[in-house]
Antibody, heavy 125, light 108 residues
Framework: QVQLQESGPGLVKVSQTLSLTCTVS??????????WNWIRQPAGKGLEWIGH????????????NLNPALKSRATISVDTSKNQVSLKLSSVTAADTAVYYC????????????WGQGTPVTVSS | SYDLTQPLSVSVAPGQTARITCGGN??????VHWYQQKPGQAPVVVIY???KRPSGISERVSGSNSGNTATLTITRAQVGDEADYYC???????????FGGGTKLTVL
């Protein structure tokens, strides 16, 4: 059973870059073709898709799609040697305060089958 | 942009049928997925690709999708079904995964 675990600083200062890592266990990122997504949820609000990286097994490579609202600030990458997916979000503001989830889907229009527990991030001055 | 519209809340008595709708332009042509989220927990998929139910999800939960409306139906609702429910689709035009705003289901 695939398990996802997000990690990263719980507190980020305004204007800095938020960096999160999703460690995958129970399976290799390189073992097949998957869509690794980042989703976020501000407290008391709904789910927002940040973007995904599509991996096909090639080392440290994949194609990305990003939410247009975040496209200029978000970067998603993969490190197959560490079995990790990463998210970087630059120039953060208080509006980026949220719980961030790492998830996986088999295809872009398929469901998000596996979710991490989520990691809370607060952006503060 | 493509929008998904859900009611903010749905309330039913225990044992009754709860229906949560997700509206979108020609949503019947898309794969619709439904997620249940309880407080403090990550979402869990309860219906995928319109009508399919993952193993471990109660047979009381079902989905349908036609025209401009997808519907999540929970029969014989229980207090344990109380949660936020989100619909979700993939929009090929914008290459984005979209969520509805979420519906809070109350069983009382």
């Amino acid at each position: 059973q695939v398990q996802l675990q997000e990690s990263g600083p719980g507190l980020v200062k305004v204007s800095q870059t938020l960096s999160l890592t999703c460690t995958v266990s129970g399976g290799s990122i390189s073992s097949g073709s998957y869509y690794w997504n980042w989703i976020r949820q501000p407290a008391g609000k709904g789910l927002e898709w940040i973007g995904h990286i599509y991996t096909t097994g090639s080392p440290n490579s994949g194609s990305t799609n990003l939410n247009p609202a975040l496209k200029s600030r978000a970067t998603i990458s993969v490190d197959t040697s560490k079995n990790q997916v990463s998210l970087k979000l630059s120039s953060v503001t208080a509006a980026d305060t949220a719980v961030y989830y790492c998830t996986r889907a088999d295809y872009d229009d398929y469901q998000l089958d596996f979710w991490g527990q989520g990691t809370p991030v607060t952006v503060s001055s | 942009s493509y929008d998904l519209t859900q009611p903010l809340s749905v309330s039913v008595a225990p044992g009754q049928t709860a229906r949560i709708t997700c509206g979108g332009n020609n949503i019947g042509s898309k794969n619709v997925h439904w997620y249940q989220q309880k407080p403090g927990q990550a979402p869990v998929v309860v219906i995928y690709r319109d009508t399919k139910r993952p193993s471990g999800i109660s047979e009381r939960v079902s989905g349908s999708n036609s025209g401009n409306t997808a519907t999540l139906t929970i029969t014989r609702a229980q207090v344990g079904d109380e949660a936020d429910y989100y619909c979700q689709v993939w929009d090929r035009n914008t290459a984005c995964r979209l969520f509805g705003g979420g519906t809070k289901l109350t069983v009382l």
